[in-house]
């Protein structure tokens, strides 16, 4: 890396430094704004817009469903204009859908805001990754891991201390606050951006062929299933119904609900550093590890059903959600197994398809649950405005997460195993002897 001078003498590399650093702000207030609408403000949002369950999932699922789709071009647009450039622009997106959200007065509105949060949200990651690649190619795996763990605490953030502050100022002045916040760190990366020397845009054009390539993968076609599908549980508890649930069923007060919010997020970042190291441990195992988080999804989703069954209190619901939260932990293996099973020149694409298929499932999934809710909400109560949901509407999405459970593990024991070689090249040949064969 250049550490040419500037004219004021500050060198490039300190300048490049305070680049992915602000762009990092940007990251951090894109967790938390994925994980906490409308799960931790979802009482607040339906009493704001007189809204019903499905209205109300649906300002997470429309974000959702932009920033699945997102992903196949972040990735894309990183390659070809640069990290920075993306970031330039998506961030922008990300601000002035954060400067929206708490001002809008009605549903439409909101909305508009979540798209253009989605828009420029779905950009940020894989142009960061693309980043680190560029300033820190040495450091790549250690500089990256730091980010992600900085991302994972603005998704903390979106649990308990915003539960908190919601009670002592209104969702709209805490999300207020939060655009406030993303705007001086989106200014600090344009200026840093005005400072340094980026790389030109590279001359070849888009092509969607690396997808083709993905699904024409029949490994690749159920890794996505286990992994992409399979994802979607854990951020239905966490974003959408997990607060909600405690605080219906178990009238546990919102500090405490928003705490169990946080600590899923705590429980799914220490599973990823655990599977990771584990699937090292023992010889790079990937499928015994990704089935095993799925089995936890699985056993959380059973458990719910239970508790709701016997009328259980706050604490196995608790350990229900902690259990899907430990499903989350397999992104390390799902991320390897996709490199392994692709042609090394379009691992990028295939990690782009695994997020679009996971947070095209988390919107998809999202979607159902509100409208389960609203079907077997009879028996529901409304108390200070606020819609008190039966059991009925939350055994519905726990019935969902268990299907969705079952049919993940199903695809995941169908994958084969590679202890961490890439085996598409062997597949290829051996597709080729049988062609041979029946010739």
Not at 20 to 45: K, M
Not at 127 to 137: H, S
Not at 183 to 205: D, H, M, N, T
Not at 343 to 355: D, H, I, K, R, V
Request: hydrophobic share 50%; charged share 10%; net charge positive.
């Amino acid at each position: 890396m250049s550490v040419t001078l500037l004219e004021n003498n500050r060198p490039q590399s300190k300048l490049n430094l305070w680049l992915l650093s602000s762009a990092v702000v940007v990251y951090f207030f894109v967790n938390f704004q994925r994980s906490s609408i409308p799960g931790t403000i979802f009482n607040e949002l339906q009493s704001s817009f007189d809204a019903t369950a499905a209205q109300v999932t649906n300002i997470s699922a429309v974000f959702m469903y932009v920033y699945a789709f997102t992903q196949l071009v972040a990735g894309l647009a990183s390659d070809k204009f640069g990290g920075v450039r993306t970031i330039f622009w998506g961030g922008l997106l990300f601000s002035i859908g954060s400067l929206l959200f708490p001002i809008c007065n009605n549903l439409g509105l909101l909305l508009l805001g979540r798209v253009l949060v989605g828009l420029g949200a779905g950009t940020i990651y894989l142009a960061i990754v693309k980043e680190v690649d560029r300033l820190y190619p040495g450091k790549f795996t250690s500089v990256l891991g730091t980010i992600i763990l900085l991302g994972y605490a603005g998704s903390i953030f979106g649990g308990l201390p915003l539960s908190k502050t919601v009670e002592v100022i209104s969702w709209r002045w805490a999300f207020a606050i939060v655009a406030v916040l993303t705007l001086i760190g989106y200014l600090a990366f344009v200026y840093c951006k005005s400072q340094v020397k980026i790389p030109p845009i590279r001359r070849e054009k888009l092509s969607l062929l690396p997808f083709a390539v993905v699904m024409r993968s029949a490994n690749c076609r159920w890794l996505l299933i286990a992994g992409g599908v399979g994802y979607s549980v854990y951020y239905l508890m966490l974003a959408v119904m997990g607060k909600k649930l405690l605080e219906d069923i178990c009238s546990t007060s919102p500090t405490v609900a928003g705490g169990c919010v946080s600590l899923m997020v705590i429980v799914a970042g220490g599973m990823n550093f655990l599977v990771g190291a584990l699937s090292a441990k023992f010889g790079n195992l990937r499928k015994p590890f990704l089935v095993a988080t799925l089995a936890s999804c699985l056993l959380g989703s059973v458990l719910g059903l239970i508790g709701l069954r016997l009328q259980a209190g706050s604490w196995l619901f608790i350990i229900c959600m902690q259990l899907i939260a430990v499903s989350a932990g397999f992104s390390p293996v799902t991320n390897s197994l996709m490199r392994e099973y692709m042609p090394p020149q379009y691992t990028g694409s295939g990690a782009s398809a695994l997020n679009f298929v996971a947070y095209l499932s988390v919107a998809i999934c999202g979607n159902l649950a509100g409208v389960l809710m609203d079907a077997f909400s009879a028996g529901k109560v409304v108390k200070d405005s606020i819609v008190i949901y039966p059991a009925g509407s939350y055994a519905a999405v726990f019935i969902l997460a268990l299907l969705i459970s079952i049919l993940a593990i199903a695809a995941a024991l169908i994958l084969p195993e590679t202890r961490g070689e890439n085996i598409y090249r062997l597949e290829r040949n051996q597709r080729r002897k049988k062609r041979l064969r029946k010739l």
